[in-house]
């Protein structure tokens, strides 16, 4: 079955600094990557997801890249704020069926504890 | 996206007993996943439940312990039974929503075994 693994474990950032957490997968078949904020006591929230068809995507200060040949990918969070301060999941699936519209359970990276500094 | 509700949010139970985990959505899922989250740690999936099957679950967790319901698109439940301290963790379920291929959370159920 797939295996993620997330590096680092814990990250300690200033204000203002960027923030990279990288993700390696064990499948070749995946092809669904997203990334989840967990807050203290709360549920993850999906910040930002990408698919094997495309390298890089950005969403205001967060971005993934995926390398497919190598199997990696990560999450860059820039100009970072106390308020990002959280546990991220990076995760992999894959997705299948005609139009995509199986989908295929999550495998979960160890997470990483993201502490920013004001 | 899919909003869905869990519940209980959190329990305190006797060992030996039994605690039955429900989530509704609001609107209809295919798919339905079941997570634990042990303190501190990431989500390990329980099992894959499925409208009209049994649900699929992996290695290391089995139906008499993890018993799940699906009798509709729309809810499930997770029993977990016979507790001990051991299964004292965040349950949380989860589901695929078709239109933007995300995977949305529960709340989840903080449980503790004493």
């Known amino acids: 079955g797939e295996n993620v693994e997330q590096h680092p474990s814990t990250l300690s950032v200033q204000e203002g600094d960027s923030a990279v957490i990288k993700c390696t997968y064990s499948?070749?078949?995946?092809?669904?990557f997203p990334w989840y904020k967990q807050e203290l006591g709360k549920r993850p929230q999906l910040i930002i997801d990408?698919?094997?068809?495309?390298g890089e995507k950005k969403d205001q200060r967060i971005a993934v890249t995926l390398n497919k040949t190598a199997k990696h990918f990560s999450l860059h969070i820039t100009e970072t704020q106390p308020e990002d301060s959280a546990v991220y999941f990076c995760?992999?699936?894959?997705?299948?069926?005609?139009?995509?519209?199986?989908?295929?359970?999550?495998?979960f990276g160890q997470g990483t504890i993201l502490t920013v500094h004001p | 996206s899919a909003v869905i509700s869990q519940k209980p949010s959190r329990d305190i139970c006797q060992r030996g007993t039994s605690l039955t985990i429900q989530c509704q959505v609001d609107s209809q899922v295919t798919m339905m996943f079941w997570y634990r989250q042990q303190p501190g740690q990431s989500l390990t999936l329980i099992a894959t439940?499925?409208?009209?099957?049994?649900?699929?679950?992996e290695s290391g967790f089995v139906i008499d312990k993890f018993p799940i319901s699906r009798p509709n698109l729309t809810f499930s439940t997770l029993t977990v039974s016979n507790m001990s301290p051991e299964d004292s963790s965040i349950y949380l379920c989860s589901v695929a929503v078709r239109a933007n291929y995300g995977y949305t959370f529960g709340s989840g159920t903080r449980l503790t075994v004493v």
């Open positions: 499948d070749s078949a995946s092809n669904y």
């Open positions: 439940a499925n409208q009209g099957s049994e649900a699929t679950y």
């Open positions: 990408i698919r094997s068809n495309v």
């Open positions: 995760a992999a699936s894959r997705r299948g069926g005609a139009g995509g519209t199986s989908y295929g359970k999550l495998t």
